[in-house]
């Protein structure tokens, strides 16, 4: 079992940076997948930005560039660097883990989730 438990999130101006961290908890070296995603008043969970055990990455093309996903190396910690933050990213972000190779890109439907953290830029 996995529990994931996110930090960092909190209100920012735009233009501002954030950096949100998930803590990983349980049998965590067998994952193959972590990565977060977001989700606005109104709009369906959307994922923001993933990485595999092969190293690759992937990023939602808004946060291309700004937002940056790395993990600890031991996969006990996942993080998130937030730079030149929008009104646009205001949302609940959750951290999402899974050991299935092929639910990593493009599914929504992973095995653990943390509570969320909720992540707010005002103008």
């Known amino acids: 079992q996995v529990q994931l438990v996110e930090s960092g999130g909190g209100s920012v101006q735009s233009g501002g940076s954030l950096r949100l961290s998930c803590a990983v908890y349980?049998?965590?070296?067998?994952?193959?997948?972590m990565g977060w995603f977001r989700q606005a008043p109104g709009k369906e969970r959307e994922a923001v930005a993933t990485?595999?055990?092969?190293?690759?990455?992937n990023y939602e093309a808004s946060v291309k560039g700004r937002f940056t996903i790395y993990e600890d190396g031991a996969k006990t910690a996942l993080y998130l660097e937030m730079i030149s933050l929008q009104r646009e990213d205001t949302a609940m972000y959750y951290c999402?883990?899974?050991?299935?190779?092929?639910?990593?890109?493009?599914?929504?439907?992973?095995?653990?989730w943390g509570q969320g953290t909720q992540v707010t830029v005002s103008s």
């Open positions: 999402a883990a899974d050991f299935r190779r092929e639910y990593c890109y493009g599914s929504r439907n992973w095995n653990y």
């Open positions: 349980g049998v965590s070296s067998s994952l193959y997948c």
């Open positions: 990485r595999d055990s092969d190293g690759r990455t």
